[in-house]
């Protein structure tokens, strides 16, 4: 066994034995559902410093099974470090924090960027190395939109007027993980991707999707118009996962998303949607 793997094999057994009702995974969902932005590193492509990592301050948003990603120009350093190198890491951190920085909670995902291109876009295909980009249709596109302008509003004009793309932290290896003072380990990227997703929800989100579909149209309307100030004739619910649902409306026709406080499992959804209908409610009574 290396040393290195002797190392983190210790700080594990450390952790698990100080901390035996901690869920680091479990931590870390919730931290990325409530943290907006972190500081991405890549590997430089500058000539002198090929290589070494630099880091660049990105806001981020989650697709549907929880893995962060990001809406870049294409000029930026860091969008041709991901194109020449897909390794890079995301690292976030208390935003409420005071103090000792090191007395709060922090996280690093490691893993592989991969490029997100339109399959109507012809020219960002040839221009895309074929083993770091995917492939997805404008509707996809349209509600990966959706989720990032809920946390960057000023994006809506990014994808139409400027060459931006979005980049999908596809590949998690690893996350550091760091509560406090000895509250430390390492995260394997699927422990934190199987949280991410919720599978009880998955198993009930259809039904639920139709139910609210069904009998809470109201409701959503008054989500959109409460946390969006877009006032629809018509919402239909299209995704719901465990960090919160994608409606689409009519008049205005367009994707909203709307996050949950927190990340959920299934015994939460209704609580969560009543929360969140008096919430929004509450804002333009």
């Not at 931590?27 to 991405?40: D, I, K, R, S």
């Not at 770091?132 to 509003?153: G, K, W």
């Not at 809506?156 to 998690?172: A, R």
């Not at 018509?234 to 709307?258: F, H, N, S, W």
Request: glycine share 6%; with cysteine; aromatic share 8%.
């Amino acid at each position: 066994m290396s040393d290195e793997n002797k190392d983190t094999n210790s700080e594990e057994m450390a952790h698990t034995m100080a901390n035996k009702n901690e869920e680091p995974a479990k931590n870390v969902a919730n931290w990325l559902q409530n943290v907006h932005h972190g500081t991405l590193s890549t590997l430089s492509t500058k000539k002198g410093i090929e290589e070494f990592p630099i880091g660049s301050i990105v806001p981020f948003a989650l697709t549907s099974d929880g893995k962060p990603f990001i809406l870049v120009a294409d000029i930026a350093a860091h969008t041709r470090n991901m194109n020449a190198n897909p390794k890079s890491a995301l690292f976030i951190s208390d935003p409420a924090g005071s103090g000792d920085p090191q007395a709060h909670w922090r996280a690093c995902l490691i893993g592989n960027m991969k490029r997100i291109v339109v399959d109507s876009d012809t020219k960002q295909l040839a221009d895309s190395d074929d083993a770091n980009f995917s492939i997805v249709s404008e509707d996809e596109e349209e509600r990966l939109l959706a989720r990032y302008l809920e946390r960057v509003r000023p994006a809506e004009t990014y994808l139409k007027t400027h060459n931006f793309s979005f980049y999908v932290m596809d590949e998690i290896k690893y996350v550091r993980y760091i509560a406090g003072f000895g509250r430390i380990c390492w995260i394997h990227g699927t422990d934190l991707i199987n949280e991410m997703r919720g599978a009880d929800l998955l198993e009930v989100k259809t039904g639920a999707i139709e139910h609210m579909n069904e009998d809470h149209e109201d409701s959503m309307i008054d989500i959109c118009r409460g946390f969006h100030d877009i006032h629809a004739s018509k919402v239909e619910m299209v995704e719901l996962d465990a960090g919160g649902i994608l409606m689409k409306t009519q008049e205005p026709d367009r994707y909203v998303y709307c996050s949950y406080p927190n990340r959920i499992v299934a015994d939460d959804m209704r609580t969560v949607m009543v929360q969140m209908t008096k919430a929004a409610r509450k804002k333009f009574s």
